[in-house]
Nanobody, 123 residues
Framework: QVQLVESGGGLVQAGGSLRLSCTSSRLSFNSYNVGWFRQAPGTDRELVAAIRYTDDSTHYANSVKGRFTVSSDKFQNTVYLQLNNLKPEDTAVYYC????????????????RGRGTQVTVSS
């Protein structure tokens, strides 16, 4: 069974930072685009960042540009999401997802996703 596993969530004060990690024991991120989504209770799922496996080009939601950074370490088979200058509205469950198709990933029609990690930002 393919698994994506997220870690690094937690409780942080506004203005603080966290680094989330996404790993897989079965998928090679050399062959999959990876995205970070988030969803808070009562809200729609939002793609916050994504990275292409072909050239490491990235995509960010406007709400996180300049604050979040997605990166990939292919030797460790891990994709990171660095969250800086966190705001209370960033509070959500963050999960990673993978797909060979970039548009499928961006549109949320993904082949694989993890269970998520909770990020809570206090004011």
């Amino acid at each position: 069974q393919v698994q994506l596993v997220e870690s690094g969530g937690g409780l942080v004060q506004a203005g603080g930072s966290l680094r989330l990690s996404c790993t897989s024991s079965r998928l090679s991120f050399n062959s999959y685009n990876v995205g970070w989504f988030r969803q808070a209770p009562g809200t729609d799922r939002e793609l916050v960042a994504a990275i292409r496996y072909t050239d490491d080009s990235t995509h960010y939601a406007n709400s996180v540009k300049g604050r979040f950074t997605v990166s990939s370490d292919k030797f460790q088979n891990t994709v990171y999401l660095q969250l800086n200058n966190l705001k209370p509205e960033d509070t959500a469950v963050y999960y990673c997802a993978a797909d060979t198709g970039w548009m499928d990933l961006v549109q949320g029609a993904v082949d694989y996703r993890g269970r998520g990690t909770q990020v809570t930002v206090s004011s």
